[in-house]
């Protein structure tokens, strides 16, 4: 439920009817493992819980396969049905990913022809267990999809001054509440319309996705959950950059509506412009600082390392956002500056026209990196 709310898509049916099946199988590739033996229950041995099935030497294994950037104390796995049905799991989402998008990532770009890339997206508490599940699925199906397993490890999330343990589920009804609170306030009654449900679920999910990624994921988030820490247009937030995406849609609305009542002509093609016209200092600050950049600073936080020896990999996934907020605090300080549909006189039009031109590319770069956040512009605040 929570996955949904934060519009993370991820397969939904890892509990369905091929799971047992795929169950049964890993049991029958545990059998046949020489990686697998029986657990002993000799005189003075310790007694072991029931659910056990065997035990996986999973050191030996590392030795065997030469694999490297496992953890060291990584030794002997007490296998259990509930770590075959996680794994199982994992397979599922896996063929499930592979089947809706056979064509995202062709056999040829990989060595050995796997199709696709499984990255382990873990806090640092929880890699140990995961490298223990990743080694047992090498293991038991040592298939492609096997072959190109890497960790993402985040770092701790804490709270300021917690009254009582929250939940992920608590949390982001929280932000919800008090996204919707700091409108109310800012908007009035406006905030309060059945209308406005989306766009508050839009604020708290954008609001929410920059708390978390702004900070490099190795990094400790340390969250202040009160009412101060949301705000509609707070400097540091997603709200705020979402704020000034909308004031762009309501500027080219603004536009066409007046070009619609004939106070402007339509806007001509980028060749037929005198962008000569620009002479404000924030105008080429957007240009140098953003637009021109754009490409780099995607390639820089979308492009994951290249399957190297190791296991663990880096994402910058702040890049994005602090790309967006420093753009969001330039661009609100030129568009507070300057008047940019001005009076409907024809000697004023190139300027207004190069203007627009050059606000249109703004426009969109920020929808182009709210996408890669997985985030709707929104077309009014």
């Known amino acids: 439920q929570l996955l949904r709310q934060l519009r993370v898509d991820w397969p939904s049916d890892s509990g369905g009817s091929a799971l047992p099946d795929a169950v049964s199988a890993l049991r029958r590739a545990l059998g046949l493992s020489p990686c697998a033996a029986a657990c002993e229950q000799g005189p003075g ?15 030996s294994f590392v030795e065997q396969q030469g694999l490297v950037g496992y953890d060291p104390n990584l030794d002997v796995l007490l296998v259990t049905e509930g770590k075959l049905r996680s794994l199982a799991e994992l397979q599922q989402a896996v063929l499930q990913c592979a089947v809706r998008n056979p064509a995202a ?21 929880e890699e140990f267990q995961q490298q223990q599940l990743d080694l047992l699925w090498r293991i038991l199906d040592p ?37 919707y609170e700091a409108s109310v306030m800012k908007y009035g009654e406006l905030a309060q319309d059945e209308a406005w449900t989306e766009v508050i679920d839009t604020l708290t999910v954008a609001a929410i996705r920059f708390e978390m990624l702004s900070t490099a994921h190795r990094s400790q988030i340390t ?23 909308a004031r762009l849609a309501t500027l080219f609305d603004t ?34 600082n953003y637009l021109l950049p754009f490409p780099e600073v995607l390639q820089q936080a979308a492009e994951l390392p290249a399957p190297t ?63 890669t956040l997985h985030l709707p512009p929104l077309s009014q605040i």
């Open 105 to 125: 990532l062709p056999a040829s770009r990989f060595p050995d022809g796997s199709c696709c890339s499984i990255v382990h997206v873990v806090s640092c508490e």
């Open 143 to 179: 298939g492609a999809h096997t072959a190109l397993q890497k960790y993402l490890v985040c770092g701790p999330v804490k709270v300021t001054n917690p009254s009582s343990p929250i939940g992920a589920d608590q949390y982001f009804q929280l932000r919800k509440r008090q996204m």
């Open 309 to 371: 020896k190791g296991i663990r990999i880096t994402a910058n996934t702040e890049t994005v956002c602090k790309f967006l907020i420093q753009l969001s605090m330039d661009f609100s300080s030129y568009y507070n500056r300057v008047h940019v549909l001005g009076e409907p006189f024809p000697h004023l039009f190139d300027q207004m026209f190069a203007r627009l031109r050059l606000l249109g590319a703004v426009r969109d770069v920020f929808h182009s990196a709210l996408a």
């Open 255 to 288: 536009y066409q509506r007046a070009v619609e009542r004939g106070t402007y002509p339509p806007l001509p093609p980028a060749s037929e412009l005198n962008f000569s016209c620009l002479r404000e200092e924030g105008e080429w600050l957007l240009l140098f």
């Open 45 to 59: 041995a310790a007694a072991l819980p029931e659910d056990i099935i065997c035990k996986v030497h999973l050191k």
């Open 223 to 245: 969250l202040d959950l009160d009412n101060s820490s949301i705000s509609t247009k707070g400097t540091k937030s997603g709200a705020f950059v979402m704020y000034n995406c």
